[in-house]
């Protein structure tokens, strides 16, 4: 610059000159120096006006738009525009940000092919995948089941007791219809010796038909027809004897029962109550409802029945309702229970006890 | 949660969950028993979920036993994963579908699991970081070098082709 200060501008070097004059390279002096030349020589005016008009000017018009891009503290720029675009598909922008997102690709073609791959990388749900077996996966509240369980069990208990408490109550009918008879002919053969004759009539028909095969094996061994009534004399004894053994059990407590509480309403004469209780007691192999019921009417009749003696007695409440409900089957079997082990069917607390057992241990 | 939420439960998301679970392991059976010890979690816990939840539940219990399983067969995993990846070299792949899922196959679990429940399920980062038990910001971080990396690899076997 200073040589140029120095320089002295001719007809030679003006060009140079004009336009380190243009392009504003020059000092004020210098400036002022290249103005007086042009002055001094008119016919390069033109040229240096030429030269100064080939200078470009700034276009105001133009602007740049996405100024905000740049910005660096804006939601999308040019440098953080890979994190936006990677929130824009995974769709975590709020729709205005999407807006701007899809403007600045807009304007960046490099931010618009890294989109298009970024999307490329979206997988695609397969539905074509399933769970191969629904049905392991199905559940059922569990509380079902145990209700249908618990009914089952109740239903099996109930049949169980049913059961148990049929078989009894047969067993102790059948317990009845054989001991009974066998207390009169022990009565009878104590007090009357001579009315044995009245056995076979007390003796069920099942005894009859042993007693038929008997006689029967008896003729076919002896081949005698005539010995024949004194060995079913024999046997009847020997049945006689028998049928106490089979009923030790009854047969006390019938006495403690029965005869004894004739004994003590009929004190004068055993005979003729023995007569009159005989037919009743005779029926007793099967209906024995209606047998206790004549037997209540024959004691009422006579009307020395003493206060012991009506417990033992209270079975028939409702005669008339034989065969009737299972109700009243249960009550009789529990009565009986009660009434043979003397063991109260509920406890002090009033709860029923279910499969006690009493075993006779004499 | 009653039985018959349960059971919609099943009808609605057992597919959905199976699926993810399937593509994180890889292995038909081993999903399946996932998915269903799952399913069996929640059946059990029934009483605490809430029905509106189920699902973010059921994720979140398969999630982590899948994670259980992963870390019982790491050894298993990691080697079918370095064979699956000689394969990918030997025989480039042709079509979209099939190089993202070699490009899936070669993410870690983490990062799968997030692209998966993100691109499966359309969960948010919050949703994804309380199934993950990740925070919001991790699950965004994670997520997006998931993504760069499955960028690059499409670019790169594109490139190749």
């Known amino acids: 610059m200073s040589k140029k200060e120095n320089m002295i501008i001719n007809r030679h070097n003006y060009e140079e000159c004009f336009i380190l004059y243009w392009d504003n390279e020059l000092t004020v002096s210098q400036k002022q120096a290249v103005e007086n030349f042009v002055k001094e020589n008119t016919d390069l005016q033109e040229e240096f006006k030429l030269l100064g008009d080939t200078r470009f000017t700034p276009d105001n018009k133009i602007q740049f738009e996405e100024k905000e891009f740049l910005f660096e503290n804006s939601f999308i720029n040019i440098t953080n525009y890979e994190e936006q675009l990677l929130n824009y598909i995974d769709d975590e922008l709020k729709p205005e940000q999407r ?146 053994k089979n009923t030790i059990a009854y047969q006390r407590e019938n006495k403690n029962n029965l005869p004894e509480e004739r004994k003590d309403a009929d004190p004068q004469s055993s005979d003729p109550i023995a007569n009159a209780n005989l037919p009743h007691l005779q029926k007793d192999t099967r209906p024995t409802q209606t047998n206790h019921s004549e037997a209540i009417n024959t004691n009422f009749s006579n009307q020395d029945v003493t206060l012991n003696a009506i417990p033992t007695l209270d079975i028939p409440v409702t005669p008339e309702k034989e065969g009737g409900g299972l109700k009243e089957f249960l009550r009789k079997t529990t009565r009986a229970f009660e009434r043979r082990t003397k063991i109260n069917t509920t406890t002090e607390d009033n709860k029923l006890l279910v499969g006690a057992f009493a075993v006779s241990l004499k | 949660m009653t039985e018959r939420e349960y059971n919609e439960c099943v009808t609605t998301y057992a597919d959905n969950v199976y699926r993810f679970i399937l593509k994180n392991l890889r292995n038909e059976e081993d999903a399946r028993d996932v998915v269903q010890t799952a399913f069996e979690k929640m059946w059990i816990h029934r009483d605490e979920v809430d029905a509106a939840k189920s699902k973010s539940y059921l994720f979140t219990v398969a999630y982590r036993q899948m994670i259980d399983h992963i870390r019982k067969v790491k050894r298993i995993q990691l080697k079918d994963e370095f064979n699956e990846g000689a394969k990918v070299q030997n025989q480039p792949a042709n079509n979209l579908k099939k190089i993202l899922d070699e490009a899936l196959a070669r993410l870690s679990e983490t990062q799968r699991t997030l692209v998966l429940l993100k691109d499966y399920e359309g969960y948010s980062y919050e949703e994804i970081g309380k199934i993950t038990n990740l925070s919001e910001s991790q699950v965004k971080v994670y997520l997006h070098r998931a993504r760069i990396q499955l960028k690059e690899y499409l670019v790169k076997v594109e490139n190749v082709i």
């Open chain 1, 99 to 244: 807006k701007e997102v899809e403007r600045f690709v807009d304007q960046f073609p490099a931010g618009q092919k890294e989109l298009a791959i970024f999307q490329k990388t979206k997988l695609q749900s397969e539905a074509e995948i399933v769970f191969p077996d629904k049905s392991v996966l199905y559940r059922r509240e569990e509380k079902v089941r145990v209700i249908s369980m618990t009914w089952f069990r109740v239903a099996v208990a109930a049949a169980i007791i049913l059961i148990a408490g049929f078989a009894t109550f047969k067993l102790v009918n059948t317990n009845k219809n054989d001991g009974t008879p066998g207390v009169v002919t022990i009565d009878k053969s104590k007090d009357l010796p001579a009315e044995t004759k009245t056995d076979p009539v007390i003796n069920s028909p099942g005894d009859q038909a042993q007693k038929g095969t008997k006689e029967s094996l008896a003729s076919a061994n002896d081949k005698t027809s005539k010995q024949a009534p004194s060995r079913n004399d024999n046997k009847k004894s020997v049945d006689r004897n028998e049928v106490p």
